[in-house]
């Protein structure tokens, strides 16, 4: 079986059985405070997790050894992990998605990365992949620049905003609304036209990254745990927000999607409402993820106590357009 293939010194493929726990602190160890408070909740679940089982569940594609396919690689010296790259299957046919790419800092800028990612490259090539994802934090220049080489382009960007727990909120409701904007609660009606809303705001290789699946849009159906709200002009959507409750630590989320050219008013609005359909807003921290959003609808946040956590690029590489790069063995 692949996991028990091991090498001294290189990569091999991740092991479930002795790796998680190596793996999970040199994910904390190479992005440290970068991480936010929600990573660091992450962070400690994925503890917990590696306690009670020998596999990743957030980062890795279940073992499949009748293929042969290993969810991911580390590098080796001498039995100590000191780098990691994994891999999963995307929701959209013939797409992987490279989740976590991290190499101890003492060991960076030796060709560890680079290595990670060509034998990544090479295997989901062999299981027939179309396509790969990755999602990459805008001011981690290196990490770019190995992307941008290995033939990896931007498709999107998305804001990531959090709210802090356990600041005060007043819970008024939705602003006035101008004519002849209306805002009510959604039906399971709207969910043709909340599609045709999503695909407007978000581009396609965006969304397939983002791994936004139509099936998740249906206003109208009581789950216990989100609530929607629409905003219409004459019966045509143009604004919607999604207010879903998390259970746990994990931080509760705003969804936002308002078409191009209808902002301020609406976006305010829309904040407003989901804001006050979390009924543990004054306990929990609430993220919302924003794909290209407008100045309006930050600063719409902003005002309700959010703050700017990071913002990640989406890059995605075609493999069938894929051209073989020499990589600096610096990287």
């Not at 594609?61 to 995307?90: K, M």
């Not at 019966?235 to 994990?250: D, F, M, N, P, S």
Request: glycine fraction near 10%; aromatic fraction near 8%.
């Amino acid at each position: 079986m692949w996991y028990r293939k091991h090498v001294l010194s290189g990569v091999r493929p991740f092991d479930p059985v002795s790796d998680s726990k190596a793996v999970i602190e040199l994910i904390a160890l190479a992005f440290g405070d970068r991480l936010g408070p929600d990573g660091e909740i992450a962070l400690g679940e994925m503890r917990r997790a590696a306690r009670l089982a020998s596999w990743l569940g957030w980062f890795y594609w279940p073992v499949w050894e009748d293929t042969g396919f290993a969810p991911g690689f580390v590098w080796v010296e001498e039995g100590r992990v000191l780098g990691n790259v994994s891999l999963r299957r995307a929701a959209e046919w013939g797409g992987f998605i490279i989740g976590n790419l991290a190499v101890h800092p003492d060991w960076q800028r030796r060709g560890i990365a680079s290595a990670l990612m060509e034998k990544a490259l090479e295997t989901i090539s062999v299981q027939g992949g179309r396509w790969i994802g990755l999602e990459v934090r805008h001011d981690n220049r290196a990490a770019l620049s190995l992307y941008e080489r290995l033939g990896f382009v931007e498709v999107g960007r998305t804001l990531h905003m959090l709210r802090p727990a356990g600041l005060y909120y007043e819970g008024r409701g939705c602003r006035a609304l101008p004519a002849p904007f209306v805002m009510r609660r959604g039906q399971k009606g709207d969910r043709p036209a909340l599609l045709d809303l999503l695909h407007t705001v978000i581009p396609t290789p965006q969304r397939a990254l983002l791994e936004l699946r139509d099936e998740q849009y249906r206003p109208g159906v009581s789950t216990g745990t989100e609530c929607w709200w629409i905003v219409e002009n004459k019966r045509k959507l143009c604004g919607a927000v999604r207010a879903y409750h998390e259970r746990g630590k994990r931080p509760d989320r705003l969804e936002i999607l308002v078409a191009p050219g209808d902002h301020e008013d609406i976006e305010a609005a829309l904040v407003q409402q989901g804001m006050a359909s979390l009924r543990s807003v004054h306990k929990k921290m609430v993220e919302s993820v924003l794909p290209n959003p407008s100045a309006s609808l930050v600063g719409a946040l902003e005002s309700c106590g959010f703050q700017r956590l990071r913002v990640l690029i989406q890059m995605r590489l075609d493999l069938a357009r894929r051209i073989p790069v020499t990589v600096s063995r610096h990287e």
